[in-house]
Structures are given as C-alpha cells and as structure tokens.
C-alpha cells in the first residue's frame, strides 16, 4: 500500500503544499468575518485579493475611524499602528491600519485620516 505522507532525504515528514483558496471560498470567508464583526463599524469598501489571500478593509477618511480601527483591533487581537502619509496633493494624513490573521487569511483593515482630525499637528 502507498504512504499519504512523503519524507525529505533526511527522513522527516514533508506535508504537501496547500493549495491557494478560490476566489468563492475568500468570499465566502469575507461574509463570515463581517458577520464575526457584528456590533463593529462596518468597512466603507472591502476587497478580497486572491493572489496574495488576503482582504483590504478601507474606513472612512474621519477621526471616528482610529475609533472603528481600534474596535476591531480588540476583536480580532491585533494593535493599531500609524504611520504619517502625505498625498500627491501635498495633504498630510495619519495611515492608520490593523493587521491580523483570519482562518489562514491576512486581513488588512485601514484608515488615511487627515493630520488637523487626529489631534497630531
């Protein structure tokens, strides 16, 4: 009978690689995690990428969205990081964005929010 596992020359087990998810399957798991964000402000936009299996969760360009982003940091386990950002206008903002895994995909969920909301000068 033939083995399900494989060995590398030095004896130790080699899983096979995984297989990436279907663009479905990533949709269908963006519908769970917004419905495990219940109670949370909801993204303005959302966006699934298949070849990096990932999702990209854009909030609105206002103060009230360091609220929305720290409110799905504590959901989710993760901390809010900023970073200053400057436009091609010149306009100054703060790129708010959260990070986290979510049943093997990375969720990204950010905010640019102008300098004069953050309380930043």
């Known amino acids: 009978m033939g083995s399900l ?9 080699v899983l096979p690689d995984i297989p990436p998810i279907t663009i ?6 963006l519908v769970d995690l917004l419905g ?4 949370l402000v909801p993204p303005a936009c959302a966006s699934i990428y298949q070849g990096s299996q990932s999702f990209g969760l ?12 720290t ?11 900023c970073d200053d950002y400057t436009d ?11 990070t986290f895994g979510y049943f093997g995909v990375e969720v990204r969920a950010y905010a640019f929010v ?4 953050t309380g930043t000068t």
């Not at 596992?5 to 087990?13: F, R, V, Y």
């Not at 479905?24 to 798991?29: C, K, P």
């Not at 409110?71 to 990081?81: K, L, P, T, Y």
């Not at 102008?114 to 909301?117: A, K, L, M, T």
């Open 71 to 81: 409110g799905w940091a504590q959901r989710f386990g993760a901390v809010v990081a």
């Open 24 to 29: 479905r399957e990533l949709t269908v798991g």
């Open 88 to 98: 091609e206008d010149g306009q100054q903002f703060q790129h708010a964005s959260v």
């Open 36 to 39: 495990k964000a219940d109670g």
């Open 5 to 13: 596992g494989t060995s590398s020359p030095a004896g130790s087990l």
């Open 58 to 69: 854009g909030f609105a360009r206002s103060a009230a969205s360091l609220k929305a982003l």
């Open 114 to 117: 102008p300098v004069g909301q």
